[in-house]
């Protein structure tokens, strides 16, 4: 792997484990055991490595989007589809956790970011139609908007929910991990539980035997 993507998976892991407010470039060098001077030559500094980073995100999330594209027709292959989303989305966490003290200390990146909550809000909005157009869900359309609105709020803010969590254990459990796989796996579920209330009946038993899995 060429040194510029090492810096760059680093910091995504490292944004996401410690927070964007916590990291430093040094700290990253001192994770790669490179120099500073060595990253300050792909990286001039530390806004650079979070653009960057935003571009990835929204790169690798038009892909995922490319990819499902027409794919889902039956309900499991759509329940499929947003773990995978679900997933991907807390891989890049920190943009959405820590989007406020990004923004503030690096006020150039908010356009930056503006696209990356467009994309999302668009894929969930899409998400939604789709279930309903292919009958999975029924919904009026001000039930189904609003259906859309709550799942984007899980799926990008569910990684700041599950830091808030973990600061409430007590010291020794209460490490900041949002990646952590119970945590993902609770706010899959609760993205699922969303669907409840609007689910067909053609539909309803496997969506009831998906959340049995994810208490």
């Known amino acids: 792997m060429k040194t510029r993507d ?12 410690q927070g964007v407010g916590q990291v430093s ?6 994770c790669l055991d490179i120099s500073p001077g060595n990253l300050y030559h792909h990286f001039r500094n530390k806004q650079s490595i979070l653009r960057e980073l935003y571009l990835w995100f929204v790169a690798d999330f038009m892909r995922f989007l490319r990819a499902d594209e027409h794919q ?3 309900s499991s292959e759509f329940w499929r589809s ?3 989303c679900f997933q991907l989305v807390q891989r890049y966490c920190f943009i959405f956790r820590d989007a406020n003290f990004v923004i503030l200390k690096y006020p150039e990146l908010e356009a930056d970011f503006r696209e990356v909550v467009k994309q999302t809000d668009w894929a969930s909005r899409n998400f939604c139609n789709q279930l ?3 009958g999975i869900i029924v919904a009026e359309e001000e039930d189904l908007q609003r259906l859309a609105t709550n ?6 803010q569910w990684g700041g929910y599950g830091a808030m ?3 409430c254990l007590p010291a020794a459990a209460g ?3 949002t990646n952590d796989p119970n945590n993902l796996r609770l706010g899959y579920a609760q993205a699922l539980s969303l669907f409840k209330p609007y689910i067909s009946a053609r539909d309803r038993d496997e969506l009831l035997a998906i959340l049995a899995d994810y208490p």
């Open 6 to 17: 090492r810096i760059l998976t680093c910091s995504l892991e490292q944004f996401a484990e």
């Open 25 to 30: 470039t040094n700290h990253i060098a001192d």
């Open 72 to 74: 889902a027709v039956v």
């Open 82 to 84: 947003l773990e995978l």
């Open 132 to 134: 309903a157009s292919n």
């Open 151 to 156: 799942l984007h709020f899980i799926t990008s």
């Open 165 to 167: 969590r973990a600061a």
């Open 175 to 177: 490490r900041r991990q």
